[in-house]
């Protein structure tokens, strides 16, 4: 058997403090996980059950990137998170057990086309084009587990050119990262190397050409995306 032309390159993640590789097999988010986010979008967050969006693997973009302003949008939008990922797979797994199949946590910018995804919205069809596009995900180097414990408290911040718009703490998600895993693993079987965005606090806003984008969580350190012209 050979492939009818080259496959692609395993899309993969930086290891902090290592020259070691995580190799991204999916991307999960979570939408409307902070309660204030969910009320600036227009929504009431105590009356919804969690649902989650895609994002392919080859999305990633490495910490200190430059990017260029994607195309089909007039209002690309920073939404700071945490990272976490899975390093051990299974299914229905138990909320009470969650945290012993994360690898380890960072940082990461759910970047999105908000024109697009509200357009998805008004009309009930998949947000897919407004979420998933190209270099839709810089995420900065991963921290072991053994390194940095489970963060469920701390500041998450994003920083436009050195102005702070998202100022919150990890303690404010609606759905903690054990509820996320367990949710998930109850729909489909999570394997090594799939990644949870966890959702972002309340002050989305616009991002422009020569912009810095950088989210900050305590004891993960950052990820800064710089947007460029488009492309």
């Not at 290891?15 to 227009?42: L, W």
């Not at 929504?43 to 969690?50: G, I, T």
Request: aromatic share 6%; net charge negative; proline share 8%.
């Amino acid at each position: 058997m050979a492939f009818v032309f080259p496959p692609q390159a395993q899309p993969s993640l930086a290891v902090a403090g290592s020259d070691d590789r995580i190799p991204v097999r999916r991307i999960f988010c979570i939408g409307r996980n902070y309660a204030a986010h969910a009320r600036e979008m227009g929504r009431d967050p105590d009356r919804e059950p969690p649902f989650f969006f895609f994002k392919p693997a080859d999305a990633v973009v490495e910490d200190g990137a430059t990017i260029a302003y994607p195309p089909q949008t007039q209002n690309l939008h920073f939404e700071g998170e945490m990272i976490v990922v899975i390093g051990k797979g299974g299914v229905n797994i138990a909320e009470a057990n969650a945290l012993e199949h994360v690898w380890g946590y960072g940082v990461g910018n759910d970047l999105t086309r908000r024109d697009l995804q509200n357009a998805a919205k008004d009309l009930g069809r998949p947000w897919d084009m407004g979420k998933g596009f190209d270099a839709s995900a810089p995420i900065a180097p991963i921290h072991p587990v053994a390194q940095v414990g489970h963060p469920s408290r701390g500041g998450i911040r994003t920083l436009v050119n050195g102005v702070v718009k998202q100022d919150a703490d990890l303690s404010d998600m609606i759905w903690s990262v054990p509820e996320m895993i367990a949710i998930l693993s109850a729909s489909m079987a999570l394997k090594a190397g799939d990644v949870i965005m966890s959702g972002t606090p309340a002050g989305v806003g616009p991002l422009s050409p020569g912009d810095i984008c950088e989210v900050q969580i305590d004891g993960l350190g950052s990820c800064t995306t710089t947007i460029s012209a488009a492309g």
